[in-house]
């Protein structure tokens, strides 16, 4: 008898005032699961975490970012117990009625090494380690107000 895995969907609470969920963390064992936005992963520290992902597992190594397309497979692993890693999963209707063109959207992110632009991805890294500051304190307006400034896609 064939053994059935069961893929979980993740209800993604955001804080009611952003329009992600930000999570930091040192577990990087995550079993399967896929939610409606956009995840963006930024390994602070660490190597060999293993990522699969829709079905293909990619290996990550401290400084790498990596996306996660809406509705994708994902999950995590790995033998290193001094990771830490922060990302966030942007809300999906938060993404649609600003960027009506997201529906579309297939990003391709899998670390330092999968981008031509060295520049674009050092500014990224930048904008990621800005926010993550901005994200681990308490939640002022005035703080509310930068973070979303780090949000500009343009």
């Known amino acids: 008898m064939k053994e059935v895995t069961i893929v979980e969907h993740e209800e993604v609470q955001n804080n009611q005032r952003l329009p992600f969920y930000f999570y930091h963390s040192d577990q990087a064992i995550q079993s399967e699961h896929w939610h409606q936005g956009i995840e963006l992963n930024y390994l602070i520290k660490g190597k060999d975490l293993c990522f699969a992902l829709e079905g293909k597992t990619y290996h990550f190594n401290s400084g790498d970012i990596w996306l996660v397309n809406r ?35 297939n990003l391709d992110l899998l670390g330092k090494n999968s981008n031509e632009n060295k520049t674009a991805y050092k500014k990224l890294e930048k904008e990621d380690i800005e926010l993550g500051k901005l994200c681990h304190k308490q939640l002022t307006d005035a703080r509310r107000f930068m973070i979303l400034s780090h949000l500009s896609f343009t």
């Open 71 to 105: 509705r994708k497979i994902h999950s995590s692993s790995g033998k290193e117990e001094n990771w830490e890693y922060e990302g966030l999963i942007i809300d999906d209707n938060f993404l649609l009625s600003q960027y009506s063109t997201s529906i579309n959207w």
